[in-house]
């Protein structure tokens, strides 16, 4: 599965709109006993959205536990300061659509950490620093 940047920033902006945590992701495997947040998925592929999940918590963005052997469900258990950092960088469409074509014309290919260098460096310049 290739990692999808927008799928990434989209679990973010939803996580973020949540009034509080987990945010639980199921595909009905898995009861979660106590207060949560479900993350409604609409249309896309589970396993997509459950492993980009888990690569936010690989990343530093998120604190994200697996909560099931059988790969059906996932909890986020809050964004780090790194995770509100990115989304921030990230929200402007503006901003979010020139770091992805600036990545596409250098190469297509890009790590979390160029890609939050590339959103910081468009973000001063919105600032005029």
Request: glycine share 10%; with cysteine.
């Amino acid at each position: 599965m290739k990692r999808d940047w927008n799928l990434l920033r989209w679990i973010l902006n939803e996580v973020e709109s949540c009034e509080g945590y987990p945010i639980i992701l199921s595909n009905g495997g898995v009861t979660y006993v106590g207060d949560h947040y479900s993350l409604d998925i609409g249309e896309r592929n589970f396993n997509e959205v459950r492993e980009h999940m888990l690569l936010l918590g690989d990343s530093g963005l998120a604190e994200v536990r697996n909560l099931s052997s059988l790969n059906s469900a996932v909890a986020l258990d809050r964004l780090t300061m790194a995770g509100h950092d990115f989304l921030d960088a990230a929200k402007d469409e503006n901003r979010w659509t020139e770091a992805l074509k600036i990545t596409k014309e250098k190469g297509g290919t890009i790590t979390v950490g160029i890609l939050i260098q590339v959103l910081s460096a468009l973000m001063k310049q919105s600032f005029g620093l």
